[in-house]
Nanobody, 122 residues
Framework: VQLQASGGGLVQAGVSLRLSCAASGRTFSSYFMGWFRQAPGKEREFVAAVNWSGRNTWYAHSVKGRFTISRDNAKNTVYLQMNSLKPEDTAVYYC????????????????WGQGTLVTVSS
């Protein structure tokens, strides 16, 4: 599966932004989807994940209550709605896919998008 992330940009603290990740292929609904981010000089970290049906979601503690992950299997797309953005949310955001159950481990994901940059100014 090929993934294409979009929706990043330069925003001020407190506003909202929605990222999208479009997937190619007919088996999108078979994949467990995740969002990760990598800030300058830091390791890539887990942000959120959603299961195949979209009914179950998981979040990093730092974004819980502010970010919402969702998916539309009919459109082969996963979303990350980011509210109340903070400067510490500044990073390149990546979507990723894996065949298997929930995981927040970077190395367990099989496919990655190219990343979209989110910059939050104070």
């Amino acid at each position: 599966v090929q993934l294409q992330a979009s929706g990043g940009g330069l925003v001020q603290a407190g506003v909202s932004l929605r990222l999208s990740c479009a997937a190619s292929g007919r088996t999108f609904s078979s994949y467990f989807m995740g969002w990760f981010r990598q800030a300058p000089g830091k390791e890539r970290e887990f942000v959120a994940a959603v299961n195949w049906s979209g009914r179950n979601t998981w979040y990093a503690h730092s974004v819980k209550g502010r970010f919402t992950i969702s998916r539309d299997n009919a459109k082969n797309t996963v979303y990350l709605q980011m509210n109340s953005l903070k400067p510490e949310d500044t990073a390149v955001y990546y979507c990723a896919a894996r065949m298997g159950p929930y995981s927040d481990f970077v190395g367990s994901y099989d496919y990655w998008g190219q990343g979209t940059l989110v910059t939050v100014s104070s």
